[in-house]
């Protein structure tokens, strides 16, 4: 009976798991009125999170956020090229671009109406026993981060939010669970019942 319930335990772990990765995170609503006049934006580095395996967490998130935003919307976004060689010219460092007044003043330079900003507080590698006819370890990559996106001239916040994704595959795919969390249009039922993304 111990064996058997130290094989359900080890069962339950990789379960609740994946329950905790569906947590709810608000997601930004990327259509509404406020936000349509939006043309061009500019995602910063953001801060890197604490810890060994996260040296260059910041520049990976705000890829994977500037992808969202750009399959998700119709705004141009500011090449992360350009962006690299701009922060070189002028001075500017990732750390210091969590600052609104930084991030706003790089966001004119950039020549973009708003810019997204934010910080990532959780990028590991973790393990858990699963049990999969035989127990084994099994990695699982946990990424947390916070963003905004900050109006250029304003220094108004137009959203604020946080998520975290997690992942089997890699932390590059749990970021990548994170943003769409925040950014992927809601699903909505037909009269036929089937599925589609809002605004189709």
Do not use: H
Request: charged fraction near 20%.
């Amino acid at each position: 009976m111990k064996s058997i319930r130290n094989c359900s335990a080890l069962l339950v772990l990789p379960l609740s798991l994946f329950f905790v990765s569906c947590s709810t995170v608000q997601r930004v609503d990327l259509q509404r009125s406020d936000l349509s006049n939006i043309e061009r934006v500019g995602v910063l580095p953001f801060g890197d999170a604490p810890g060994a395996d996260a040296g260059r967490s910041g520049q990976v998130v705000a890829a994977v956020v500037s992808g969202q935003l750009k399959e998700f919307t119709e705004w141009r976004m500011f090449e992360r090229v350009n962006l690299k060689d701009l922060m070189k010219e002028r001075g500017f460092q990732a750390s210091d671009l969590s600052d609104p007044a930084t991030a706003t003043e790089l966001g004119k330079l950039m020549g973009v109406q708003c810019v997204v900003n934010g910080n990532v507080s959780q990028y590991e590698i973790g393990s858990i026993p699963f049990l999969f006819f035989f127990v084994f370890d099994k990695n699982v990559y946990r990424v947390s981060f916070s963003c905004r996106m900050i109006v250029v001239e304003t220094g108004e916040v137009l959203w604020s939010a946080s998520t975290t994704g997690t992942s089997y595959a890699s932390l590059e795919d749990a970021a990548n669970i994170a943003a769409r969390k925040l950014f992927a249009p809601e699903k909505r039922v037909t009269p036929t019942g089937q599925k589609e993304r809002n605004g189709n």
